[in-house]
């Protein structure tokens, strides 16, 4: 029997892999859907293990690298996926979308891209065991767990913190912070899109209210300059959320939504 349901891409963020998603892949799975869940080039098919020891493979990845990737294992699919992203994964997604790919697409607490302006504190301070040194440009910086614990599990125990951290944390390539830190003040930056493309596919902006990486309010703003394209987009906010919503209690409820609104778009009231 033919599966009548759309793929889903699932991509995920800086400091973790596509093993970040393996509640939602078999969540999806067991709906009906295939489900495609890939690291970041360089880091596919290697273990936390091994990416925490030698990072040589993907330690100078750049925000276009990272999203040929995807354009590329997109383009293969017999037809258009849901494409879903975390944090970085979310900005890729958006980026994908601003290309013409995916029948809908799906950012959770996606990183900014070019256009917004003013970050609160705690982005800030998530971001700065990267950019405090210049040398982080081209090097994959792993984060201690005191800052895994405030950029992603702040509302958790320090045990389940550490669990996830031991599990998921990888070094992130710090390349792309920097490109999204500096994207204002690129003429043609790689973390950038159309917010007037009228032609992208539907897209979702997910909040977290409690999320210190990149707070709902931050989420919020790219909302409103995505709707300025005319295209169907929506943000929906989860109150008492953190970064670490693919995988902390109550994920479900993200993961339904998301599904739920992909497969039928709204605008946002």
């Known amino acids: 029997m033919t599966?009548?349901?759309?793929?889903?891409?699932l991509i995920p963020g800086l400091w973790e892999t596509s093993l970040a998603w393996e509640n939602?892949?078999?969540?999806?799975?067991?709906?009906?859907?295939?489900?495609?869940?890939?690291s970041w080039p360089g880091m596919e098919g290697k273990s936390i293990a091994e990416l925490r020891t030698n990072t040589e493979s993907y330690a100078n990845l750049g925000i276009t690298e990272i999203v040929d990737h995807y354009a590329a294992l997109i383009e293969r699919l017999q037809q258009p996926p849901?494409?879903?992203?975390?944090?970085?994964?979310?900005?890729?997604?958006?980026?994908?979308?601003?290309?013409g790919l995916g029948v809908a697409g799906v950012a959770i607490a996606p990183a900014p891209l070019k256009g917004i302006y003013a970050l609160p504190f705690s982005s800030?301070?998530?971001?700065?065991?990267?950019l405090k040194n210049p040398a982080n440009?081209?090097?994959a910086v792993m984060l201690t767990h005191d800052e895994y614990h405030y950029a992603f599990t702040n509302t958790q125990s320090?045990?389940?913190?550490?669990?996830?951290?031991?599990?998921y944390a990888v070094p992130g390539p710090g390349?792309?912070?920097?490109?999204?830190?500096?994207?204002?003040?690129?003429?043609?930056a790689a973390a950038h899109v159309d917010y007037n493309n009228p032609n992208r596919a539907p897209l979702l902006l997910v909040g977290g209210s409690l999320d210190h990486t990149v707070p709902a309010k931050v989420v919020k703003k790219t909302a409103k300059l995505q709707d300025r394209s005319g295209a169907i987009t929506y943000y929906k906010?989860?109150?008492?959320?953190?970064?670490?919503?693919?995988?902390?209690?109550?994920?479900?409820?993200?993961?339904?939504?998301?599904?739920?609104?992909?497969?039928?778009?709204?605008?946002?009231?």
């Open 3 to 9: 599966n009548k349901n759309p793929s889903i891409v």
């Open 24 to 38: 939602w892949v078999e969540y999806y799975s067991g709906r009906g859907f295939d489900v495609i869940a890939k």
């Open 82 to 99: 849901i494409i879903m992203g975390h944090s970085f994964g979310g900005a890729i997604t958006e980026i994908l979308l601003d290309r």
């Open 124 to 130: 800030l301070k998530s971001s700065f065991p990267v």
């Open 137 to 139: 440009n081209h090097k």
């Open 158 to 167: 320090l045990e389940d913190s550490r669990a996830a951290y031991d599990r």
């Open 175 to 188: 390349h792309v912070l920097f490109q999204a830190a500096l994207a204002n003040f690129a003429p043609h």
């Open 237 to 269: 906010e989860f109150t008492g959320r953190n970064h670490f919503t693919l995988g902390a209690p109550g994920w479900e409820e993200v993961a339904d939504f998301a599904i739920n609104w992909a497969v039928n778009p709204v605008e946002m009231d």
